[in-house]
């Protein structure tokens, strides 16, 4: 079959894939035109990536690392309330300090743990139940670490790429730990 017209017909030689000159010519200009194609979605991703600033990177870095941290507590409990994650419902990556208020512990994993919706967003965080709990879970020290810890951190771009990196093989490393792949 010819790849140009698809016409049945025989080959004069060897590996011939088309049933004459003209469909050669088709054949050629399709080939072009998926070439070109291929290489103008690549210059729109390179495009796409000159055009990402910081904070992009940022919302990426914070995607995997609260995939991360949802994998790593998928069997803990609520880190406020206590309901116990097999009650379903959706799952947050809680900050015990929050973003805005100290920026340096974004990506600290003894700052983040899972919460049940309803006090993550609802009652913002839940923090006079999540005390407790985070001391029951991490120690005293660990959060005074975090109550006394530098505010402010300005994070570069290639630092969060770094960070989505690791924190998407970890994540894959718990997902292949655990038998789901």
């Known amino acids: ?39 103008e979605k690549s210059v729109r991703a390179a495009d796409k990536a000159k055009l990402m600033t910081r904070a992009d990177y940022a919302a990426l870095a914070q995607k995997s690392f609260n995939r991360y941290i949802n994998l790593r507590d998928s069997a803990k409990d609520c880190v406020s309330c206590g309901k116990p994650a097999s009650r379903g419902g959706v799952r947050n990556a809680s900050h015990f300090k929050s973003v805005g208020s100290n920026s340096a512990l974004r990506y600290n994993l003894w700052n983040v743990h899972t919460s049940c919706y309803r006090c993550n967003v609802e009652l913002s965080g839940n923090l006079g139940e999540y ?46 730990k655990a038998g789901i792949i």
């Open 131 to 176: 005390y407790p709990r985070l001391v029951d879970r991490i120690g005293v020290a660990k959060v005074e670490v975090l109550q006394f810890h530098p505010r402010e951190r300005r994070y570069e771009i290639d630092y969060l790429q770094r960070l989505q990196k690791i924190f998407n093989k970890k994540s894959k490393r718990l997902i292949a």
């Open 1 to 39: 079959t010819c790849q140009s017209c698809r016409l049945k017909f025989t080959p004069e030689r060897t590996g011939a894939k088309v049933c004459g000159p003209a469909c050669a010519v088709v054949l050629v200009a399709l080939v072009n035109a998926k070439t070109a194609r291929k290489k």
